[in-house]
């Protein structure tokens, strides 16, 4: 089982800063990364698939970067919607597939 | 757009089974190119996936849950279900499914999410 570390645990931002976020996978996962958003009491949301391609309707604001082990997700001017907790997930080697334990973004 | 709603008891007593059923509206859960997941998230922690099954019936299974579960799929009502035996405290979660993508050759990320149903294990 590929196991997702993500760090930090917690990241505190001001609104309109950057914010980058880190996804580890204990092996490679290639570019078979997404990245999901939560906010308190709703569904995860896809942002990201492919370690890079935003899904559909997602700001630009959004970008994911990395392949191999080490993954990104950047958030460039942090808006008030954007504090939620943001998890990655692989999809190389299954099953499991498998997500990171999280990251809360949240106002600094 | 494609909508998903999870439907099933809340509470559940300690070594029973849970069952809940995703209904799937706005769109064919006999669409090619997806399969359809069970995802759980205890409270206060991340997500684990469960099982992803195609409307063919072929499954997947979570290693960790293989033992205890069951997914189905019922094309005629657009609906799939979750089945997991014996439960525990431990099973106590916010159950989500999800629209698993098919890539190249396998299911690869969930693009859309029901809104979660929160089961409790307790007697």
């Known amino acids: 089982e590929i196991v997702m570390t993500q760090s930090p645990a917690t990241l505190s931002v001001s609104p309109g800063e950057r914010a980058t976020l880190s996804c580890r996978a204990s092996q490679s996962v290639s570019n078979n990364l997404a990245w999901y958003q939560q906010k308190p009491g709703q569904a995860p949301r896809l942002l990201i698939y492919g370690a890079s391609t935003r899904a559909t309707g997602i700001p630009a604001r959004f970008s994911g970067s990395g392949s191999g082990t080490e993954f990104t997700l950047t958030i460039s001017s942090l808006q008030s919607e954007d504090f939620a907790v943001y998890y990655c997930?692989?999809?190389?080697?299954?099953?499991?597939?498998?997500f990171g334990q999280g990251t809360k973004v949240e106002i600094k | 757009q494609l909508q998903l709603q999870e439907s099933g008891p809340g509470l559940v007593k300690p070594s029973e089974t849970l069952s809940l059923t995703c209904t799937v509206s706005d769109g064919s859960i006999s669409s090619s190119g997806y399969y359809w997941g069970w995802i759980r998230q205890p409270p206060g922690k991340g997500l684990e996936w469960i099982g992803s099954i195609y409307y063919s019936g072929s499954t997947y299974y979570n290693p960790s849950l293989k033992s205890r579960v069951t997914i189905s799929v019922d094309t005629s009502k657009n609906q799939f279900s979750l089945k997991l035996s014996s439960v525990t405290a431990a099973d106590t979660a916010v159950y989500y499914c999800?629209?698993?993508?098919w890539g190249s050759g396998y299911p690869y990320y969930f693009d859309y999410w029901g809104q979660g149903t929160l089961v409790t294990v307790s007697s």
């Open positions: 999800a629209r698993h993508v």
């Open positions: 997930q692989q999809y190389n080697n299954w099953p499991p597939w498998t």
